[in-house]
């Protein structure tokens, strides 16, 4: 290593002590130092290269930010979700090892093409390492589960935390709020009945509450809550005005 970053500025001893702490530790876990870029470092792997870059950057000195820079170079043949869990060891190695570290960024709008189930999971998880994010099984693969069965089973833990963040109840029986079934349909397509719906007890003037499916069914269907119905003429009137005048 050298007192100077990659400019050529020399870095001042308390600084340079400090990056040469983190460079033994980096060669403990198998870096090697670049025979022609002093402060690089940098450990081979199948399939590319990751780097450790304690040099700086002309937006960043290195007596800013001490913790190397860390990027990676793969083989164009390496698949998404093999680069990512790559990604993922080499950062949990670094922690492992109390050895500080920065990611550098770069702008990525690749994502913008992806359908919107995969936008869905890909904020929650992250990008997919190619382990489901139920059961955990190497699936080897871009996908986020291995299964129906493990989707749908995240998909009802989502649910029941919807629930209990919600602060909307059925008027009646008082169970919370969660996704509509239109929702449901579109992001996941699956079927859930124990959903909250928009009933009119009033059109005009027009007055709404919500209400599960099945206390839904009980208004319409019984009359164990007759001042919960509209009056049969707005019923009539409401629906038998011209479809371009509805709401």
């Not at 963040?165 to 579109?186: A, R």
Request: charged share 30%; glycine share 4%.
């Amino acid at each position: 290593m050298e007192p100077k970053d990659k400019f050529g500025k020399i870095i001042y001893p308390h600084v340079y002590n400090k990056l040469c702490e983190i460079g033994v530790k980096l060669k403990v876990i198998e870096y090697n130092e670049a025979k022609n870029k002093p402060n690089l470092f940098y450990k081979k792997f199948d399939g590319g290269c990751v780097f450790a870059d304690m040099r700086g950057t002309e937006m960043v000195p290195i007596w800013d930010m001490l913790e190397p820079m860390i990027y990676f170079s793969f083989n164009n043949n390496i698949q998404d979700w093999l680069r990512i869990r790559k990604e993922k060891k080499e950062f949990q190695i670094l922690d492992d090892n109390n050895i500080p570290w920065r990611e550098t960024f770069e702008e990525d709008e690749s994502w913008m093409d992806s359908d919107s189930e995969t936008i869905h999971w890909s904020n929650i998880y992250g990008d997919s390492d190619g382990y489901c994010k139920f059961c955990g099984k190497d699936m080897g693969n871009n996908d986020y589960f291995c299964s129906d069965v493990c989707k749908n089973t995240i998909i009802k833990k989502e649910l029941a935390h919807q629930i209990n963040q919600s602060n909307e109840y059925c008027y009646i029986c008082k169970t919370k709020k969660i996704y509509s079934k239109k929702e449901i349909k579109e992001v996941f397509n699956i079927e859930l009945l124990d959903i909250l719906i928009n009933h009119h007890i009033s059109y005009y003037p027009e007055k709404i509450i919500t209400v599960c499916r099945k206390c839904h069914n009980i208004i319409h269907k019984t009359n164990e809550y007759p001042d919960l119905k509209p009056h049969p003429n707005e019923i009539r009137k409401y629906y038998d005005r011209p479809k371009r005048f509805r709401f």
